[in-house]
Structures are given as C-alpha cells and as structure tokens.
C-alpha cells in the first residue's frame, strides 16, 4: 500500500467530514463497531464523548478521526474496517481507495495542465470556418478564371445550399466568367 493507515486517514479526513452519506446514525454504528470489538482503540467513556448529540456530526467525526490517528495506525486500519462493514460505498469513493485502486484515470490523479497545449479556447467549428474559408482560397487561387468558368454551371449549383452572402459572391463569379 506504501501509505500507513494513519497517513490515509489524515488525507481522508476532510472528505469524510464533507461526506452527507455519513448520517449521525452511520457514525454511531462506526464507534459503536470500534468500542464493543476493539475496546483498547475506543473506551466507554471515549464512546459516549462521540456519540453526544448535542455535538453536530461533522465536528464528533472530525474529532474522532483525529482521535484515532493519535491512537497510532492500529487504530486507524480498525476504522476502514469499520466503514468499509458499515459503508461500503463510502469506504470505495474514498481518495486513498480511488488512488490506490486506478493510479492512471485522469479523474482521480492530480491535473496537469501545460499551457502550451492549449492553442484556443473557440472550439471546432471555428477551426473548420478558418479550413473552409483556406480551402475556397486556396481553390480561388489554384485555378484561373478561365478554368473556373468554365465550370460556372457547377458553380451556381454549389452556391443553392451556401448563405446568402457567400451564395452572392459565387453567383456575381460566374456571371462574370459567363459575360466574357
């Protein structure tokens, strides 16, 4: 695993504090679970100060977790035992577990962003008006008014399914081609 259990709990912490599925009924069960099985790690009276209602949950969690990683990695390792009983789901979205689990998906590891990859921000329907727009003067270019029209019946055909702007251009084009 590399990490110890204390060190994993004290980056799982600020999720667990900010996790909504760990309902102060949750939390009961997971000391409940540390006190009656391991009661070297979570005493009576240890139990009772975090199970205080009066307490909101976040703050009782953070406490006991804070409690536990000065218990030693013992402690620690007994309660992902106790969540992973208790809260499955909890216990596999946690960032440990999803780290340790899939080191290479890009949703879990740290973002790298180079800045030099990020030639716009405008999207592809602006690369492919700038292409079209390249390609129309590239064939302008390439081909003289001769050779363009003589094919100014192609021309106007193009032009019915273009905007009107552009569907004027090619129209004025070949009429001028047709004149001369």
Known sequence: MGDSFREQ?????VFLRAEQRLDTELVDKLILQLN???????????????????VPTSVRLGELLTHLQG???????????????????VYYSLPTRLR????????????????????????????LGCFGFAVGIAFLYYYDEAKVSGGSRALGM??????????????????EGIMK
Do not use: M
Request: proline share 6%; net charge negative; with cysteine.
């Open 100 to 127: 340790l689990r899939d080191p290479l998906n890009p949703l879990t590891s740290p973002q790298i962003h180079s800045q030099g990859s990020v030639l716009n921000d405008r999207g592809p329907l602006f690369f």
């Open 36 to 54: 009656r099985i391991y009661p070297q790690i979570l005493t009576d009276k240890e139990a009772t100060r975090f199970r205080n209602l009066d």
């Open 71 to 89: 218990k030693g990695d013992e402690a620690c390792r007994e309660f992902y035992r106790a969540l992973h009983l208790h809260v499955e789901e």
């Open 9 to 13: 709990l004290l980056e799982d912490t």
């Open 158 to 175: 193009a032009a019915l399914g273009l905007k009107r702007k552009a569907q004027e251009v090619l129209i004025w084009y070949t009429e």
